[in-house]
């Protein structure tokens, strides 16, 4: 039997440094294509806040930049929007991820709308087939991978001990949330050929895709009322 990659085979790196941050601007900004991912204290996005962001441009490699963990070295939420807000906001480079409308909302709640939104695995999938059960990332990684992902678990435990993601130490948290990104790239190919085998591919780029930030702008409304 085929034993199944781990994160092992997948490369990351800890942005953590201004000279870090200014040397992935600049691969960013030579990007067709961002996957985009963040890690937050809460799964519920009015509650969350901001740990660290997930960027992948290659499907093998993610790169972590810590905001918002407790302890060890970061960097200014300002410093890293001022790097990324024009690579993530030019139009000619499109940003891909796994429900996208969460991070959307929670990077634009930190202050930073990105866009064009080009692809959204988890969408992707459930149009694919609305009865999957595979619309979690780590199941859809397994699936149609075979690529063992770490549970978010194996991190913050469960139960009443549970921790939250600030809690966890940056250099564990670096290569879960970079593998995170990196995946998202493996995917997308898969899931366009599927798209189009379907012929729901017009109706994904058309339709699905740019609901997105008017989902995202509705239940952003919706709490506040």
Same mark, same amino acid.
């Given at each position: ?7 092992? /085979? ?6 953590? &440094? ?8 600049? $691969?960013?900004?030579?990007? %067709?294509?961002?996957?985009?991912? &963040?890690? /937050?204290? %809460? ?7 901001? @740990? #660290? ?8 490699? #993610? ?19 001022? @790097?990324?807000?024009? +690579?993530?906001?030019? +139009? ?28 959204? /695995? ?31 678990? !194996? ?8 921790? &939250?993601?600030?809690? @966890?130490? $940056? ?17 997308? +190919?898969?899931?366009? !050929? %599927? ?10 780029? /058309?339709?699905?895709?740019?609901? $997105?930030?008017?989902? !995202? ?9």
């Amino acid at each position: 039997s085929l034993e199944p990659e781990s994160a092992a /085979t997948l490369q990351s790196t800890l942005v953590d &440094t201004l000279e870090g941050l200014e040397g992935l601007g600049a $691969i960013l900004e030579k990007a %067709d294509l961002i996957a985009v991912d &963040t890690e /937050t204290t %809460d799964t519920d996005v009015m509650k969350a806040r901001l @740990v #660290g962001i997930s960027l992948a441009v290659q499907p093998g490699h #993610g790169y972590y930049i810590p905001v918002g963990h407790q302890q060890g070295q970061q960097l200014s939420i300002n410093e890293v929007f001022r @790097v990324l807000s024009g +690579p993530l906001t030019v +139009p000619k480079i499109g940003k891909a991820g796994h429900n996208l409308k969460y991070d959307y909302l929670v990077l634009k709640r930190a202050g930073l709308a990105i866009s064009p939104l080009r692809f959204d /695995t988890m969408i992707a999938e459930w149009l694919i087939n609305p009865a999957s059960r595979n619309l979690g990332l780590k199941n859809l990684a397994w699936v149609r991978l075979g690529y063992e992902m770490t549970q978010i678990e !194996a991190l913050i435990g469960k139960g009443r001990g549970q921790k &939250t993601m600030d809690e @966890v130490p $940056i250099s564990e948290a670096a290569d879960y949330a970079a593998a995170d990104a990196a995946i998202v790239l493996q995917l997308i +190919p898969l899931l366009q !050929a %599927d798209l189009r085998q379907q012929e729901a591919e017009d109706l994904f780029n /058309t339709l699905e895709m740019p609901l $997105i930030p008017v989902l !995202a702008a509705m239940e952003e409304a919706g709490i506040l009322l």
